[in-house]
């Protein structure tokens, strides 16, 4: 990648974490406003993951085939990012809509720096 392709490719410095609008004041931060739906698909979506780590851990125990192993180390990661696909669209659509409406400026920028950086660092 060109230099100045990279450079601005960076993560954004983030001054003070982001708030999920939907928080509770005085709680640790915790997702309180996840589908039931959304979230029991995520985990079955990890149940399904977890089996095939095992599978993974037998492949290489058993000296199979590197292109193979490979080939369903793909298949894990895209199902990994199919989970955070749901959990993006989850804080897009509940935490970060509101905290971007929200009328204090720090607030709305902080949730601003979160998503490029989880953009940036984690869905490419």
Same mark, same amino acid.
Not at 27 to 46: C, F, G, S, T, Y
Not at 56 to 85: F, N
């Given at each position: 990648?060109? /230099?100045?392709?990279?450079?601005?490719?960076?993560?954004?410095?983030?001054?003070?974490?982001? +708030? @999920?609008? @939907? &928080?509770? $004041?005085?709680? $640790? =931060?915790?997702?309180? &406003?996840?589908?039931?739906?959304?979230?029991? #698909? +995520? =985990? !079955?979506?990890?149940? =399904?993951?977890?089996?095939?780590?095992?599978?993974?851990?037998? *492949?290489v125990?058993?000296?199979?085939?590197? #292109?193979?192993?490979?080939?369903?180390? #793909?298949?894990?990661?895209? #199902? %990994?990012?199919?989970?955070?696909r +749901? %959990?993006?669209?989850? !804080?897009?659509? !509940?935490? &970060?809509?509101? /905290?971007? =409406?929200?009328?204090?400026?720090?607030?709305?920028? /902080? *949730?601003?720096?979160?998503?490029?950086? %989880?953009?940036? &660092? !984690? %869905?490419?």
């Amino acid at each position: 990648m060109p /230099a100045s392709l990279s450079s601005q490719r960076k993560t954004p410095a983030r001054s003070q974490p982001a +708030n @999920c609008a @939907c &928080a509770i $004041p005085g709680e $640790p =931060r915790k997702a309180i &406003a996840v589908h039931p739906e959304l979230k029991e #698909a +995520n =985990r !079955h979506r990890l149940r =399904r993951i977890e089996g095939q780590i095992r599978g993974l851990q037998k *492949m290489v125990e058993d000296d199979r085939y590197c #292109a193979d192993i490979i080939t369903q180390v #793909a298949s894990v990661q895209e #199902a %990994l990012r199919g989970v955070a696909r +749901n %959990l993006m669209r989850n !804080h897009l659509h !509940h935490c &970060a809509a509101k /905290a971007l =409406r929200s009328t204090k400026k720090a607030e709305a920028e /902080a *949730m601003y720096d979160e998503l490029l950086e %989880l953009i940036y &660092a !984690h %869905l490419r």
